[in-house]
């Protein structure tokens, strides 16, 4: 079974600063995907990057990057510049991509960070 | 517009009852999921479901079952409530991978916070 460990419960970083949150896998799976989500006090479940496992070019989606070592099943999360409204749960997530389609995420435990003013 | 939506965002029941939540996603998705997110905030996938299988969690209880009327909704039918079904329940929807414009990500719905008294 896949699994996901997120290692940092809690993680503090000052408005501006970049934070980097780690996330590493264990599969036997040569084809999948990864993602961050990330889960502001409203609850709601936000998908901030995904990255395909085929793909060596690392994500990035304007703030928010990657760094994704396959051979080290390693995922992390770059975020620059920090924001208040960065604050947030963010959670790891594995899914296979040999399952058919209908394979549910793996998430990690989450990481809770949170921005200085 | 909403893209993956549920009702109630909040249910208080007694012990015993049996209660249901719906989830809808107009995003033409062919694929629907439900997961539990327990008070330490862990996520675990129950159910996953398409018009061609539905993929049970085996450690869902029984007492749980997801129902799919059409392609655009699947609820969740909860009988005999217990304590410990108290959570947040989230419902996520995507497109299945090799479909036109698949990106296998899944969306999620604002979540429904289930308290059993």
């Known amino acids: 079974a896949q699994t996901v460990t997120q290692s940092q419960p809690e993680m503090s970083v000052q408005e501006a600063e970049t934070v980097t949150l780690s996330c590493t896998y264990d599969?036997?799976?040569?084809?999948?995907?990864l993602f961050w989500y990330k889960q502001p006090p409203s609850r709601q479940m936000i998908l901030v990057i995904r990255?395909?496992?085929?793909?060596?070019q690392n994500a990035t989606e304007n703030r928010f990057s990657v760094n994704f070592q396959k051979a080290a099943k390693s995922f992390s999360l770059k975020i620059s510049d920090s924001q208040l409204g960065d604050a947030a749960m963010y959670f790891c997530?594995?899914?296979?991509?040999?399952?058919?389609?209908?394979?549910?995420?793996?998430f990690g435990k989450g990481t809770h960070l949170i921005i200085q003013p | 517009d909403t893209a993956v939506s549920q009702t109630p965002k909040y249910l208080v029941t007694q012990m015993g009852n049996d209660k249901s939540i719906k989830c809808e996603q107009n995003?033409?998705?062919?694929?629907m999921y439900w997961y539990k997110q327990d008070s330490k905030k862990f996520l675990k996938i129950m159910f996953s479901?398409?018009?061609?299988?539905?993929?049970i969690n085996e450690t869902v209880p029984n007492r749980f079952s997801p129902k799919s009327p059409d392609k655009a909704h699947l609820n969740l039918h909860i009988n005999s409530l217990e304590l410990g079904d108290s959570a947040v329940y989230f419902c996520?929807?995507?497109?299945?991978?090799?479909?036109?414009?698949?990106?296998?990500?899944?969306?999620f719905g604002p979540g429904t916070r289930l308290t059993v008294l």
């Open positions: 996520a929807s995507s497109q299945t991978p090799g479909q036109a414009s698949s990106t296998d990500t899944q969306y």
């Open positions: 599969t036997s799976e040569s084809d999948y995907y």
């Open positions: 990255q395909e496992a085929y793909k060596q």
């Open positions: 997530a594995y899914k296979g991509a040999s399952g058919g389609g209908a394979d549910g995420l793996t």
């Open positions: 995003l033409g998705h062919d694929t």
């Open positions: 479901y398409n018009n061609k299988e539905l993929i």
